[in-house]
């Protein structure tokens, strides 16, 4: 509905821009919560009123979320990282101020960008994401929790390799995980159709793309058909994740760097391994059909606009 003032966490962040410009477009007020001032000038900004606050600061936080008068909060905050530290200090606690502060200002509904894979917790920041959802869930604020599938750009990692006529990195045969990819445009799109959506209060709500779910084979031959070129293909063996886990973590307690690189091999070998599919609580197995589609937006279209530009 018109005239709902909007404040979105995290708004200089890849999904945070789609969901400001999507939210602009449909006539909200909108205010962009963003922790440097130079993210004044992001272009995808325009037309919303950006405020600069530091989210590790429960005082700040609370001062500038009062001064919005937004009746809605969208986080779309992560950890960057995703290292036990930055989980911890991003995923939840900078949460949990943004969420008091709510309180303190009056806010209606909290709408949570939060991750399909916390469904199945063996990391640290699927488990900082959970405490955070466990929080929401007991406050007396009306909330939303969103749970999409891979992004477009999580898949697209491996787009300079092809275009360099380099193989394509299989873990196993390819076979081992599905998803069903959604764009940034389509998940704000989503997004914003919660603003107002009293249907969608206490809503855990998990979401893919148009689908089918691809494996990530299929994604491999879906860049190289956007590339024009014939599909190549080299695997890497899931256990080497395993070792490498094992091997940081001998020295993980002495050193934040070890402890650090050692929870990258583990998360590495869980996407290695684990589909971004709603997980069947029964059966403990994922299905593609069981999860949700939404958008027009096809991954191959992503990829040749991505190849449509200059090698980096």
Known sequence: MKGEAVAV???????????????????????ALVRHASDRDVPELAGARVQTVNLADPTDVALALAETNA??????????????????????????HLL?????AGVQHFILLSAICVQKPKLAFQRAKLGFETELRTSRIAHTIIRPTAFFKSLSG?????????PFFLFGDGELTACKPISDGDLARFIANQVGNEKA????????????????KRQGELLFEAAGLEPKFRSVPVG???????????????????????????????????SM??????????????????????????Y???LADPPK
């Open 71 to 96: 009746d809605v909060v969208i986080s779309c905050i992560a950890s960057r990282s995703g290292s036990p530290k930055d989980a911890l200090k991003v995923d939840y606690e900078a949460n949990c």
């Open 9 to 31: 966490a995290g708004a200089s962040g890849t999904i945070g821009r789609a969901v400001v410009r999507e939210c602009v477009a449909r006539g909200f007020e909108v205010i």
């Open 304 to 306: 040749r606009a991505i």
């Open 240 to 274: 080497v994740f395993r070792l490498f886990a094992a091997i940081f973590s001998l020295g993980a307690w002495a050193s934040d760097w070890l402890a650090e690189k050692a929870e990258y091999a583990r998360i590495a070998r869980y996407y290695a391994t684990e």
């Open 158 to 166: 491996q787009v300079e390799r092809v275009r360099a006529g380099k």
């Open 201 to 216: 209060y206490g809503a855990i709500l998990p979401i893919g793309g148009p689908g089918p779910a691809i494996t990530l």
């Open 100 to 104: 008091r502060a709510g309180e303190g």
């Open 277 to 302: 599919l709603v997980l069947d609580p029964v059966t403990g197995q994922y299905c593609a059909e069981a999860t949700p589609e939404f958008g027009e937006d096809q991954l191959i279209d992503h």
